[in-house]
């Protein structure tokens, strides 16, 4: 099973592979991803493989060591592979690229991989800029937009259909759907999907302030509002709001701007509303703190271009082109993937 913390059925929100072993059911081996299988570990931290204390089932991590993919002898004896973790809809949330790597193992070695899908909470728009391939890393392996608009199992189908996987090898996909789903459908998750997504807001907020981590600003890691305020100490007197991010054990031990007073915009009362009802991503934060940003030299770092999937966005706002003109220079890529989203929706 590949699962996580999100991995959780019922009222009682059981973990599934708990729910199976008290079944009866052979769980052989857990895989986890980013953040670790009990999903306490905090972002980009390597993580080793253990046994559960709960089950003493071995766990395998696809995260630590560089060990994305799972290996011929990871699978020895395994029949079938239950893939189960809740998404949250943006592109560089790294569980899409440890699907793609879970569809290719299990291609390679003749495993029939079981989708248990889960809706969305971005799933009712498609927005941003479609990666360019020169640019694919693990926070985006395919051309798909930011927000890319598709639940687990329908991007599954997307990677097998477009011949994503290595060789253009083909999964063997079975989809278990959600019931009564539709994209447009509110959906606030039971369960944080990683420790600094920790409201509802910051999920929604997050394909559009995430891209924050590709500049010198606190994205309010270190912090218990992440995501939710977005500042620098060098905007004083600029900006009166302020925040101060600290190391916080299994969220953020070493956020950006640690112990410093960082000021700038509090995105705690924004009406997330908007978003829906746009059905785009918001530029404009990223666009005024450039604007605002003394020492524009050194706002952006390397990173940036990975998150965008392109070296334009960073050219664009560097050059004081508007959201519009920018947005304009997403087509004809954005159309042309939602026509190939089309071939693969599950959901209404």
Not at 223 to 232: A, D, K, R, S, V
Not at 270 to 277: H, L, P, V, W
Request: charged share 20%; net charge neutral; hydrophobic share 35%.
């Amino acid at each position: 099973m590949v699962i996580n913390q999100t991995s959780v059925i019922g009222k009682t929100l059981t973990l599934s592979v708990d729910s199976l072993v008290a079944l009866g059911i052979s769980v052989k081996k857990i895989f986890g991803p980013e953040h670790g299988f009990r999903g306490n570990a905090s972002n980009g931290v390597e993580i080793n493989s253990t046994i559960d204390e709960a089950t003493h089932i071995p766990v395998i991590s696809l995260y630590g060591n560089k060990h994305y993919k799972p290996t011929p002898d990871d699978l020895k004896g395994i029949d079938l592979m239950i893939f189960d973790i809740q998404d949250v809809g943006a592109r560089f949330y790294t569980y899409l690229s440890t699907l793609q790597y879970v569809m290719e193992a299990c291609a390679e070695n003749n495993i029939e991989l079981m989708i248990l899908d889960r809706p969305n909470p971005n799933g009712f728009y498609v927005d941003g800029p479609v990666l360019d391939t020169a640019y694919r890393s693990f926070i985006g392996l395919n051309p798909i937009p930011v927000a890319h608009g598709l639940t687990i199992g329908e991007y599954a189908q997307m990677i097998n259909g477009e011949g994503w996987l290595k060789n253009h090898v083909q999964c063997k996909l079975h989809i278990i759907k959600v019931a009564n789903y539709k994209h447009s459908d509110v959906y606030k998750l039971p369960v944080n999907p990683s420790p600094n997504l920790n409201t509802d807001k910051s999920v929604i907020l997050y394909p559009s302030v995430c891209l924050f981590e590709g500049t010198t600003l606190s994205l309010g890691r270190g912090t218990m509002f992440p995501f939710l305020q977005i500042g620098h100490p060098t905007l004083a007197g600029r900006y009166t709001y302020s925040f101060k991010p600290v190391s916080i054990a299994g969220m953020s031990e070493d956020p950006p701007q640690k112990d410093k007073v960082c000021y700038g915009i509090d995105l705690k009362g924004y009406n997330t509303g908007f978003i829906r009802e746009n059905k785009a991503l918001n530029l404009s934060w990223l666009i005024e703190l450039y604007k605002a940003f003394p020492d524009k030299q050194h706002f952006f770092n390397a990173y940036f271009t990975k998150l965008a999937g392109t070296d334009k966005l960073q050219k664009q706002i560097e050059a004081g082109e508007s959201e519009k003109e920018i947005r304009k220079t997403w087509e004809p890529a954005l159309s042309h993937y939602k026509m190939i989203r089309k071939k693969y929706l599950l959901y209404p």
